[in-house]
């Protein structure tokens, strides 16, 4: 699903250059539930970028699904992101004026969608969460988990292959964060290729692979269990 070939990538701030990956390989299989760990600026927030085509190396290859992405045109990364990958994020991202159902359908606009397959879609998917009955509540009238819960449905609503979460429990009660991870298992259980990105090694845990990044380098890719 995921080949990443001697990835670099280097940030320039002034004159400074700081090398946030530093030739990186890294092979992600369909179906498996990968967690990237590490603490605050080790690099794993820019392996996250470079894996969900947010953001593109300075040198080396990334293949998803065979196809070379790492040289791709910004609109063809952001047609990969639609399709292929599905995003989960610490601060939840939702339009504080859309109500939830609104925010799930975001990703189905932009593949062209019909509003009526748009809005079943999206209130499936929310009842899939558990958020049936809130699907014209709007992110202030839910709590920190429920809110993370639509984010999770917005993520999940246009199939997409590859869910990305990153630091998915980070501005979550313990409660919530559990029931977070528990979702996340489920969804990989149904099929999807799952990869958390986390600075919490008991998280990290919870998935059926740990890859350890630290100074821009892997130091440790083991099998959990």
């Known amino acids: 699903m995921i080949e990443i070939r001697n990835m670099s990538k280097i940030y320039r701030i002034g004159d400074v250059e700081v090398m946030a990956l530093n030739n990186v390989s890294l092979d992600i299989e369909q179906h498996e539930f990968v967690s990237i760990v590490g603490p605050s600026g080790s690099g794993k927030s820019t392996l996250m970028n470079m894996i969900g085509c947010l953001d593109v190396p300075s040198c080396g290859e990334y293949y998803l699904d065979g196809m070379l992405v790492s040289g791709l045109s910004d609109d063809q990364l952001a047609n990969i992101r639609n399709h292929k990958i599905g995003f989960i994020f610490q601060g939840f991202n939702l339009l504080q004026k859309l109500n939830a159902v609104e925010n799930v359908e975001l990703p189905l606009i932009y593949q062209g969608s019909s509003a009526r397959e748009r809005y079943e879609r999206s ?26 819960r639509v984010a999770i449905a917005r993520a999940l609503v246009g199939n997409p292959p590859i869910i990305l979460a990153d630091e998915p429990t980070g501005n979550l009660d313990s409660k919530s964060g559990k029931d977070i991870i528990y979702m996340l ?11 958390l990105i986390t600075h919490d090694n008991d998280i990290a845990m919870e998935a059926g692979r740990i890859v350890r990044i630290q100074d821009g ?8 269990g």
């Open 185 to 195: 298992k489920e969804l990989h259980s149904t099929g999807n290729t799952i990869i």
């Open 217 to 224: 380098q892997i130091n440790e890719d083991r099998m959990v």
């Open 123 to 148: 209130v499936e998917a929310l009842k899939l969460v558990g958020l049936g009955d809130r699907i014209h509540h709007k992110p202030t009238e839910l709590s920190g988990g429920q809110q993370q």
